[in-house]
């Protein structure tokens, strides 16, 4: 029977299949890409509640949960981040995972602003749906997740740091990203982030001011408006923190100061020459082998993906494919790490970065994309300079603190790969790319859970649940740390150590037993020892103390510890070293707190004459 010419079915034409073939890969793609988002983001929420570091964590939520006992400092994280802490109940799982979620949710802001478009004279992202770039925007933000590649998930002043660099990245890129103007708008951004920055890090604030108006000299943006705008956001964020914390702005500064004095006290190494330098990095044999073949797999499966024919689509899917296997293994729990224990590793970011580059120049090579803006590229330099000021006073070799900001350095990649992007299809052409970091991310991810810092074991080891504090936070601990502060919270209970009791740490490194005891730390939230100027310090440190908080103080002692304080800094307030205090419990320290493998012993004493110590105290300081 012969077919009627005018049922025939209609034949779509080769570029009409393309269009649809390449369309419907793109958004399926995406899709792959949102899974995978949820599911990186997923696991480090879940786990959130694991684990617990005896001395950086515990020195982070000291500040936290009661900032108020210390009129000095030089970060006002504790302050910032005290609300949180009263909203969640005291919860250190949910605060941890608000950290997560704002980290992420800023990381998400700033990379859809950059992807949002070429300059606003070039018609590009206009052409892509909002929703496939917020999708694109959410899987090169997962990147930001690296920021908790030591598992150290407590907000702390490095957190609200970069927070902070966020929002001013934020409103400079909204500048060259957006099809709108609004530079009042964009300079009270950079003036908030800014203001925020300074509250985490005075340093970081230093180096970010000079970073901006760099960036706004080269790109011929700096306007007074925009000026006048960015300094009202940051005076208003100053001094709303200084009459908050102090009552009045001649306080605040006062308590800087000190601060400062404290710092230089501690260690020279707050000096401006060490603070403002360069470091040097080194990657292993492994590392520089991941590096090579990460680069190479992201040029040809994006390359394959932008040229749109059948075998380099397949090509690209074929290793799309292998990021995917990578992304369900480590997120499912099947695939550990596999680097070991490594410092570097977040510098492995830098493989699509150059990719980009690599992109690029082929495809101006065969006349098929434009090149960079002079904007761009400076936007680019930006982005690259910023993990150095977030490291920017840190003691921390700045390559390695650096890797905690890693997503600067990527966003700095995708702003020089965006031209080639914009005209081959739109950012659902470069799941490849996206992919690739995403596995990078979760390999990161699970490379801290098998290696947490100052932890005696891997993350899924911590199966213990212990009330932690004087709010009986949970929290699922290593065996061996649960059942230390099982024992010591037990002895401390029984001798009459309650909560909101004023303890002098002179362990040098247990401020997070202090937490968990749910007791207040005297003197400084982390009495730190092992620095050339530690006794210093907490001599300094305790003489800003009121009289009756010293005399009432409990101390707890680690004799011969690795970085322990003299028992004789008592006696700077008047106390007797040895006849004041009674030794009423004691208990050994788990293998690993700390970071050290030896238990050591921790001596509990109480008090035995307060108002003896307490005119003592106020005698000593009538002379001075």
Same mark, same amino acid.
């Given at each position: 029977?012969?077919?009627?010419?005018?049922?025939?079915?209609?034949?779509?034409?080769?570029?009409?299949?393309?269009?649809?073939? /390449?369309?419907?890969?793109?958004?399926?793609?995406?899709?792959?890409?949102?899974?995978?988002?949820?599911?990186?983001?997923?696991?480090?929420?879940?786990?959130?509640?694991?684990?617990?570091?005896?001395?950086?964590?515990?020195?982070?939520?000291?500040?936290?949960?009661?900032?108020?006992?210390?009129?000095?400092?030089?970060?006002?994280?504790?302050?910032?981040?005290? =609300?949180?802490?009263?909203?969640?109940?005291?919860?250190?799982?949910?605060?941890?995972?608000?950290?997560?979620?704002?980290?992420?949710?800023?990381?998400?802001?700033?990379?859809?602003?950059?992807?949002?478009?070429?300059?606003?004279?070039?018609?590009?992202?206009?052409?892509?749906?909002?929703?496939?770039?917020?999708?694109?925007?959410?899987?090169?933000?997962?990147?930001?997740?690296?920021?908790?590649?030591?598992?150290?998930?407590?907000?702390?002043?490095?957190?609200?740091?970069?927070?902070?660099?966020?929002?001013?990245?934020?409103?400079?890129?909204?500048?060259?990203?957006?099809?709108?103007?609004?530079?009042?708008?964009?300079?009270?951004?950079?003036?908030?982030?800014? /203001?925020?920055?300074?509250?985490?890090?005075?340093?970081?604030?230093?180096?970010?001011?000079?970073?901006?108006?760099?960036?706004?000299?080269?790109?011929?943006?700096?306007?007074?408006? !925009?000026?006048?705008?960015?300094?009202?956001?940051?005076?208003?964020?100053?001094?709303?923190?200084?009459?908050?914390?102090?009552?009045?702005?001649?306080?605040?500064?006062?308590?800087?100061?000190?601060?400062?004095?404290?710092?230089?006290?501690?260690?020279?190494?707050?000096?401006?020459?060490?603070?403002?330098?360069?470091?040097?990095?080194?990657?292993?044999?492994?590392?520089?082998?991941?590096?090579?073949?990460?680069?190479?797999?992201?040029?040809?499966?994006?390359?394959?993906?932008?040229?749109?024919?059948?075998?380099?689509?397949?090509?690209?899917?074929?290793?799309?494919?292998?990021?995917?296997?990578?992304?369900?293994?480590?997120?499912?729990?099947?695939?550990?790490?596999?680097?070991?224990?490594?410092?570097?590793?977040?510098?492995?970011?830098?493989?699509?970065?150059?990719?980009?580059?690599?992109?690029?120049?082929?495809?101006?090579? !065969?006349?098929?994309?434009?090149?960079?803006?002079?904007?761009?590229?400076?936007?680019?330099?930006?982005?690259?300079?910023?993990?150095?000021?977030?490291?920017?006073?840190?003691?921390?070799?700045?390559?390695?603190?650096?890797?905690?900001?890693?997503?600067?350095?990527?966003?700095?990649?995708?702003?020089?790969?965006?031209?080639?992007?914009?005209?081959?299809?739109?950012?659902?052409?470069?799941?490849?790319?996206?992919?690739?970091?995403?596995?990078?991310?979760?390999?990161?991810?699970?490379?801290?859970?098998?290696?947490?810092? !100052?932890?005696?074991? =891997?993350?899924?080891?911590?199966?213990?649940?212990?009330?932690?504090?004087?709010?009986?936070?949970?929290?699922?601990?290593?065996?061996?740390?649960?059942?230390?502060?099982?024992?010591?919270?037990?002895?401390?209970?029984?001798?009459?150590?309650?909560?909101?009791?004023?303890?002098?740490?002179?362990?040098?490194?247990?401020?997070?037993?202090?937490?968990?005891?749910?007791?207040?730390?005297?003197?400084?939230?982390?009495?730190? /020892?092992?620095?050339?100027?530690?006794?210093?310090?907490?001599?300094?440190?305790?003489?800003?103390?009121?009289?009756?908080?010293?005399?009432?103080?409990?101390?707890?002692?680690?004799?011969?510890?690795?970085?322990?304080?003299?028992?004789?800094?008592?006696?700077?307030?008047?106390?007797?070293?040895?006849?004041?205090?009674?030794?009423?419990?004691?208990?050994?320290?788990?293998?690993?707190?700390?970071?050290?493998?030896?238990?050591?012993?921790?001596?509990?004493?109480?008090?035995?004459?307060?108002?003896?110590?307490?005119?003592?105290?106020?005698?000593?300081?009538? !002379?001075?």
């Amino acid at each position: 029977m012969r077919m009627n010419k005018h049922k025939m079915p209609l034949k779509l034409n080769s570029s009409r299949q393309s269009f649809l073939r /390449g369309a419907f890969g793109d958004s399926f793609g995406l899709m792959v890409c949102a899974a995978a988002s949820i599911a990186i983001a997923g696991r480090l929420i879940y786990f959130a509640n694991h684990g617990y570091d005896f001395t950086d964590e515990g020195f982070y939520l000291n500040l936290i949960s009661n900032p108020y006992p210390y009129n000095w400092s030089v970060t006002e994280f504790g302050y910032v981040y005290h =609300p949180l802490f009263k909203l969640f109940g005291g919860s250190i799982s949910w605060l941890r995972r608000a950290n997560v979620v704002v980290n992420l949710g800023l990381a998400w802001g700033l990379t859809f602003a950059v992807l949002g478009g070429g300059r606003s004279s070039t018609p590009t992202i206009s052409n892509e749906s909002n929703w496939r770039v917020a999708i694109a925007a959410a899987g090169i933000a997962t990147c930001v997740l690296t920021f908790f590649h030591t598992w150290l998930l407590t907000p702390n002043y490095n957190s609200l740091a970069l927070q902070a660099i966020l929002i001013t990245a934020i409103g400079l890129a909204l500048h060259q990203r957006a099809t709108v103007r609004a530079p009042l708008l964009e300079g009270l951004l950079i003036g908030l982030g800014g /203001g925020i920055a300074f509250l985490a890090k005075p340093t970081t604030a230093l180096a970010l001011a000079v970073a901006v108006v760099l960036y706004l000299i080269i790109t011929s943006r700096l306007t007074l408006g !925009r000026l006048a705008s960015a300094f009202c956001g940051a005076l208003f964020v100053v001094l709303t923190a200084a009459l908050t914390i102090d009552g009045s702005i001649a306080a605040f500064v006062e308590r800087l100061r000190v601060g400062f004095y404290f710092a230089n006290l501690l260690s020279d190494s707050y000096s401006f020459a060490k603070i403002f330098r360069l470091d040097t990095f080194h990657l292993t044999r492994q590392e520089k082998i991941a590096f090579v073949l990460l680069t190479i797999l992201v040029v040809i499966a994006t390359l394959g993906s932008l040229l749109k024919t059948r075998r380099s689509e397949l090509l690209a899917m074929s290793v799309s494919s292998t990021f995917v296997s990578i992304i369900a293994a480590t997120t499912l729990g099947g695939l550990s790490g596999g680097f070991g224990e490594t410092s570097y590793l977040p510098l492995l970011f830098f493989a699509p970065v150059l990719a980009a580059l690599v992109l690029v120049f082929v495809r101006r090579c !065969r006349g098929s994309a434009p090149l960079p803006t002079r904007s761009d590229w400076a936007l680019a330099l930006l982005l690259v300079m910023l993990p150095h000021v977030f490291s920017v006073g840190s003691n921390r070799n700045y390559w390695e603190h650096g890797g905690a900001a890693a997503l600067f350095w990527l966003l700095a990649g995708v702003v020089v790969l965006a031209p080639v992007v914009q005209v081959s299809g739109g950012w659902g052409r470069a799941v490849p790319m996206i992919l690739s970091v995403q596995a990078l991310t979760s390999v990161i991810l699970r490379q801290a859970e098998d290696h947490p810092y !100052r932890h005696p074991g =891997p993350i899924a080891a911590a199966d213990h649940v212990i009330e932690m504090g004087a709010t009986g936070s949970r929290l699922f601990l290593a065996p061996s740390y649960a059942a230390y502060v099982e024992s010591s919270r037990a002895a401390a209970r029984s001798v009459g150590l309650m909560p909101g009791v004023p303890v002098i740490d002179l362990t040098g490194q247990s401020p997070g037993l202090i937490f968990a005891l749910g007791a207040v730390s005297i003197g400084q939230a982390w009495m730190i /020892g092992d620095y050339p100027g530690s006794t210093k310090l907490a001599s300094a440190a305790l003489a800003r103390m009121r009289c009756d908080d010293l005399a009432a103080a409990w101390l707890l002692i680690e004799p011969n510890g690795p970085r322990s304080l003299p028992d004789g800094l008592v006696t700077t307030f008047g106390a007797r070293a040895s006849e004041g205090y009674a030794e009423v419990a004691s208990w050994f320290t788990p293998a690993g707190a700390g970071g050290y493998a030896e238990p050591r012993l921790q001596i509990l004493k109480r008090p035995l004459d307060i108002s003896a110590t307490r005119e003592a105290c106020y005698r000593l300081r009538q !002379r001075r």
